[in-house]
Every structure is written in structure tokens, then in C-alpha cells.
């Protein structure tokens, strides 16, 4: 349900102007579709929006039904059906729902203390309840399944120059940043969420990694690269990438015995062709996608 993390602001943003919110949210899909269950669009009463669903028709009428379930307070079900059915576009169904500022957003604001568990919501009393089991995002007989995920988050070890692209990118897809070093450069990596400080390189060892999900190691230092490696071999972290030529990298794999690890992407990102910090950062965060979606 958050693992963007634009809906965690959206939704702060708004508390804090005292504004209500609209939630759209996928329910089921037949055939080819943008949006799948479980994405989500919010509005809030500013007619502000985080989130995409569809075309600019489908978008336009979700921020009208949004208007509307908003001045009734009663949520409402709607499937949307392409009109020319040669379009090769599916059909999808959705939930709309007021979270009022008043009542603490309702089931919205209880999702937010309750990250790693599943909100089940009906679609014919609108009651929901909030399950510790994580159950896979599904609608079946009128309920609505949804998993309560937190911002995917990444890990970036250097804070040079290169990593600045990088951190956009991420930025971009809604990942949560944090860069970890010796000594942060903040005029390059502002934009990152979590700036960490390391005072001994060996600090890194006793850390607790198990909250981020990948890992990208670009200090350019083969000594402190292997304690950073050293650390996330030992962690659950389901990505770890270092930046590095094919003999380098080989040589780790050899020294760590990587070679059946498929945590461990070395040199880290796709082969696009490109070697601009921009492309490099593109190659990194598709990669990563890639392994986050089972696709590697």
C-alpha cells in the first residue's frame, strides 16, 4: 500500500493542512491493464492527487468520483470497461473511499501504524479489519485484500559526485534513500531521505541492515568496499550491487565464494551502453526493479 513513499508525504502533506483524502484502489483486473490490485490513487480536498491509474478519461473520472464520494461520505464500487472492445485494453475494478481529517483518516490512518500486515476491506458494508497475516493483494467474495507495505528502500555506501544521480532516480521511483559513509558530502547528496555517519569503517559491522531492501556499494575503495560487503552478506538485504570492472568483480566472487549468491550483482546495473553517471544510475535502478519484481 506505501511502497511508494510519495503516498507517506501526500498523506502527512495533507494531515497537516487538515485536508480529508479520496483513495481509489485497484480491486481486480481482467485482461490487459495500467494499474493493477493493489494501486492506488489518493486526492485529497484541494483536488491534489498522488498516483496514476490510467488514461487522462479514467483519470479525470476518478477525480470527479472523488469529489463526489467526498461531499457523501459513502464509498462506491465501479468497474471501468473499454468502450471499443478491439482495444486490446482490460477491465478493471475499484474501490473509492473518503478518509476524513476528522476521524484520523479512518482505516487509512490505522494502515499507517500497521505496516507488514493486510487491511481487509468489504465492498458491501465497507467495514474492514486489519489482519497480522500477510495475505497476497486479492478480491474475493466482495472483500478486498490489500497488503500494508512500507517504502522500498535502498542503501547507497559513498556520497560522492556519481551517487547524486543515483539518488534521483531512486527518488523517482519511490524508493526511500539512505546514504551511509566516512564523510557525507550533503551539497551531493541533499536529496537523499537518511544521511548516516560512520565514525569507524568497522561500525559498519555491528549495524542492523535488516530494514533496507538493496544495497549499492560506490565508495571506490576495495578496503572499505569488502567491509561493506562483508556487512550485507550477513544482513537480509535481497540486493547488494558494487559499482566495479568485470576482473575486480570476479576476484570479490571469488574471495566472498559469490558465485551461487544471487544477492550479489557485480559489476551492479544492466549492460545499456551508456557510461554517463545518469545512465549508470538508469542501469542501476532498472536492475534493482528487475530483482524487487522476480524478474532476475
Same mark, same amino acid.
Given at each position: 500500500?506505501?511502497?511508494?513513499?510519495?503516498?507517506?508525504?501526500?498523506?502527512?502533506?495533507?494531515?497537516?493542512?487538515?485536508?480529508?483524502?479520496?483513495?481509489?484502489?485497484?480491486?481486480?483486473?481482467?485482461?490487459?491493464?495500467?494499474?493493477?490490485?493493489?494501486?492506488?490513487?489518493?486526492?485529497?480536498?484541494?483536488?491534489?492527487?498522488?498516483?496514476?491509474?490510467?488514461?487522462?478519461?479514467?483519470?479525470?473520472?476518478?477525480?470527479?468520483?472523488?469529489?463526489?464520494?467526498?461531499?457523501?461520505?459513502?464509498? #462506491? *464500487?465501479? &468497474? +471501468?470497461?473499454?468502450?471499443?472492445?478491439?482495444?486490446?485494453?482490460? =477491465?478493471? %475494478?475499484? !474501490?473509492?473511499?473518503?478518509? #476524513? *481529517?476528522? &476521524? +484520523?483518516?479512518?482505516?487509512?490512518?490505522?494502515?499507517?501504524?500497521? =505496516?507488514? %500486515?493486510? !487491511?481487509?476491506?468489504?465492498?458491501?458494508?465497507?467495514?474492514?479489519?486489519?489482519?497480522?497475516?500477510?495475505?497476497?493483494?486479492?478480491?474475493?467474495?466482495?472483500?478486498?485484500?490489500?497488503?500494508?507495505?512500507?517504502?522500498?528502500?535502498?542503501?547507497?555506501?559513498?556520497?560522492?559526485?556519481?551517487?547524486?544521480?543515483?539518488?534521483?532516480?531512486?527518488?523517482?521511483?519511490?524508493?526511500?534513500?539512505?546514504?551511509?559513509?566516512?564523510?557525507?558530502?550533503?551539497?551531493?547528496?541533499?536529496?537523499?531521505?537518511?544521511?548516516?555517519?560512520?565514525?569507524?569503517?568497522?561500525?559498519?559491522?555491528?549495524?542492523?541492515?535488516?530494514?533496507?531492501?538493496?544495497?549499492?556499494?560506490?565508495?571506490?575503495?576495495?578496503?572499505?568496499?569488502?567491509?561493506?560487503?562483508?556487512?550485507?552478506?550477513?544482513?537480509?538485504?535481497?540486493?547488494?550491487?558494487?559499482?566495479?570492472?568485470?576482473?575486480?568483480?570476479?576476484?570479490?566472487?571469488?574471495?566472498?565464494?559469490?558465485?551461487?549468491?544471487?544477492?550479489?550483482?557485480?559489476?551492479?546495473?544492466?549492460?545499456?551502453?551508456?557510461?554517463?553517471?545518469?545512465?549508470?544510475?538508469?542501469?542501476?535502478?532498472?536492475?534493482?526493479?528487475?530483482?524487487?519484481?522476480?524478474?532476475?
Amino acid at each position: 500500500m506505501f511502497a511508494n513513499k510519495d503516498y507517506l508525504k501526500f498523506i502527512k502533506n495533507s494531515r497537516q493542512r487538515g485536508l480529508d483524502i479520496v483513495g481509489t484502489s485497484v480491486i481486480q483486473t481482467l485482461g490487459s491493464t495500467y494499474a493493477k490490485p493493489g494501486n492506488m490513487m489518493l486526492v485529497n480536498s484541494n483536488e491534489e492527487f498522488v498516483g496514476v491509474l490510467g488514461s487522462p478519461a479514467l483519470q479525470n473520472k476518478i477525480l470527479a468520483l472523488s469529489k463526489e464520494v467526498l461531499q457523501s461520505n459513502k464509498p #462506491l *464500487y465501479f &468497474e +471501468n470497461t473499454p468502450k471499443d472492445k478491439n482495444s486490446g485494453h482490460g =477491465i478493471s %475494478k475499484y !474501490l473509492v473511499q473518503a478518509f #476524513l *481529517y476528522n &476521524e +484520523n483518516y479512518a482505516s487509512l490512518g490505522v494502515c499507517l501504524d500497521n =505496516i507488514g %500486515k493486510t !487491511l481487509i476491506r468489504s465492498i458491501k458494508d465497507f467495514n474492514f479489519e486489519i489482519v497480522d497475516e500477510i495475505i497476497e493483494t486479492k478480491f474475493e467474495n466482495d472483500k478486498f485484500y490489500q497488503r500494508i507495505e512500507k517504502p522500498y528502500s535502498l542503501l547507497i555506501f559513498g556520497s560522492g559526485a556519481h551517487v547524486t544521480s543515483l539518488i534521483s532516480m531512486a527518488n523517482l521511483m519511490g524508493w526511500e534513500t539512505t546514504v551511509i559513509d566516512m564523510e557525507i558530502k550533503k551539497e551531493v547528496v541533499n536529496q537523499a531521505d537518511n544521511l548516516i555517519k560512520l565514525e569507524k569503517l568497522q561500525d559498519i559491522l555491528i549495524m542492523d541492515l535488516s530494514s533496507y531492501n538493496a544495497s549499492v556499494i560506490l565508495s571506490h575503495s576495495p578496503k572499505t568496499d569488502d567491509t561493506y560487503l562483508e556487512a550485507l552478506l550477513k544482513s537480509n538485504v535481497e540486493y547488494i550491487g558494487i559499482l566495479g570492472n568485470k576482473k575486480n568483480m570476479q576476484k570479490k566472487r571469488d574471495e566472498f565464494k559469490l558465485h551461487d549468491d544471487n544477492r550479489f550483482f557485480a559489476p551492479v546495473g544492466f549492460d545499456i551502453g551508456g557510461n554517463t553517471h545518469e545512465s549508470i544510475a538508469l542501469s542501476i535502478c532498472a536492475q534493482i526493479e528487475a530483482k524487487k519484481n522476480g524478474k532476475i
